[in-house]
């Protein structure tokens, strides 16, 4: 059965906004040192990591702390599924290495234009 152009708009509105949805979560992985408590369970939620947002509100372990986390620690913190450790730390990793990255374009961008600058001013 052939779909009406009424309906494959829909499914291309879909799939526009499943993109923009997917970069808004990029932005937000670069930004994760900010995230609360909440914010961090929820993004663990969408990654089949559920049930742990109120264990890092008891915790209070926020975007900023989380990528210090060990397997130790969250064993400690009540986390007793062994993979679920192994996923935890990795997602964590992830986040930091994208970090870092955001923050190593950033310093590369500015020191490429400061040399910019020096080279036309003459310095």
């Not at 909440?38 to 915790?59: A, C, D, N, P, V």
């Not at 020191?111 to 310095?123: D, E």
């Amino acid at each position: 059965q052939q779909q009406t152009p009424a309906i494959m708009g829909k499914d291309q509105n879909k799939e526009m906004e499943e993109d923009v949805r997917h970069t808004v979560r990029l932005v937000n992985e670069n930004n994760y040192t900010s995230w609360t408590p909440i914010q961090l369970g929820r993004y663990l939620s969408e990654r089949g990591l559920h049930g742990y947002g109120g264990m890092f509100e008891y915790h209070q372990i926020d975007g900023s702390i989380a990528h210090a986390l060990s397997e130790e620690d969250l064993e400690e913190m009540g986390v007793d599924v062994m993979t679920d450790r192994l996923k935890l730390i990795e997602v964590f990793g992830s986040l930091q290495r994208a970090h870092e990255q955001q923050d190593g374009r950033k310093y590369f961008g500015k020191a490429k234009r400061n040399s910019m600058i020096l080279a036309v001013i003459g310095v």
